[in-house]
């Protein structure tokens, strides 16, 4: 029991944003930025903003393009709200629901 | 949006269990014991222990019944692992759709 508990607690926390997550993914909702632009509006470090975008990248909330501007690089830009919320949900609710049935199989077993 | 992700971070946040609460869990599922003798058992402060005994009562992983053994007070026990389980995703689940709901009629409103 306790490793499904431990496994439920791992799984929630990759789903949770923090607050410069949710202030990048709203900047990126009115335009599409490169991780130095973020830094810069955000007043945050750039190693930061890259790890931050990697997180939403994950979670499906933002998307990203590669472009040649004279440097070549990504620039992101975040997935229309509706989107965005229900590839989130149903990302969550499948890894919940795989947790849950593994976790009954172990108490059962 | 902003508003949704922070409700859904929120309430995951609610339902991650730490290690001290998973040991309380477990103790519990062992025998029944008041705050006092948890906190003697695990070396945590009583304090810490009642907190955390409120937050797994709140999630449904433990109950508890009020005894008279000369003194007046509660003794706490596990909820039976796969009892405790399905309680714990049916809340998160039934919370999760909440949110999800209420992110898309503000997202259509």
Redesign the interface.
Known sequence: ??E???A??KT??V????ESE?KI??LL?REALTPRQIAKTLGLSERIVREKLKHLLELGLVERTLVNRGWLGYVYYAKA??E??QA??SR??ST?KAI?KE??LK?KG
Chains 1, 2 share one sequence.
Do not use: D, T
């Open positions: 029991m306790e499904i508990l431990r439920l607690s929630l926390r789903f949770e944003l923090g949710i993914y709203s909702q709200p509706r965005a919320l989130l949900f969550l609710e919940l849950e976790g009954e108490l």
